[in-house]
């Protein structure tokens, strides 16, 4: 759906539920339409350069993109934020012990996921050049994350950024390994 299709939409949508009717004499609500209804594939984010467009984009990052789907969590990384994603590559998430990936994905599994990848998002952006050594970053899961610059390397909790790529909402950083929350 284009921007400008949501206009017209939107607007359509507010002249229909304003009313000059005099008030009790509403008409009983009608079902919503068959394309209003939930789907288990969220919509296409709006904006391609937002930070959900770049992984969907990326060749390296199908494994986020479906953690991102399966933990119902597309949506809040494609709001328009400004935010920071330290996003792991598939060969990132090949690195953790064999199963993982599959158990978190399960539906039982959702919340434990969702932490997870809240983990790996600040709620602001965070250029390299504003990643100083020994930085704290609060994230969006409550946990700080640690930068550290060494030899012109910069990490977050160890994990090596690799590339940056701006995006409309924010930044994204490609990271080498998934950033996992300390226990509570």
Do not use: W
């Not at 009983?28 to 594939?41: H, M, N, R, V």
């Not at 050594?133 to 012109?152: F, P, S, W, Y």
């Amino acid at each position: 759906m284009h921007a400008s299709t949501l206009l017209v939409f939107v607007a359509t949508t507010l002249v229909a539920c304003s009313s000059d009717r005099p008030a009790g004499t509403d008409t009983p609500a009608a079902a919503p339409p068959a394309s209003a209804t939930k789907t288990d594939t969220p919509p296409p984010p709006l904006d391609p350069t937002n930070i959900v467009s770049i992984a969907i984009a990326s060749p390296d990052h199908k494994t986020l993109v479906a953690a991102l789907k399966a933990a119902d969590y597309v949506k809040s990384v494609a709001n328009p934020g400004p935010l920071t994603v330290f996003a792991p590559t598939d060969a990132a998430f090949a690195k953790l012990p064999a199963g993982t990936v599959e158990g978190l994905v399960k539906p039982e599994k959702q919340a434990d996921l969702r932490e997870i990848l809240k983990y790996h998002v600040a709620a602001s952006v965070y250029e390299q050049p504003a990643l100083k050594d020994g930085m704290q970053l609060g994230m969006a899961n409550g946990k700080k994350v640690t930068i550290k610059v060494q030899d012109g390397k910069i990490t977050v909790n160890g994990a090596v950024i690799l590339a940056s790529v701006r995006a409309s909402n924010g930044v994204v950083h490609v990271v080498d390994s998934v950033l996992l929350p300390p226990a509570n």
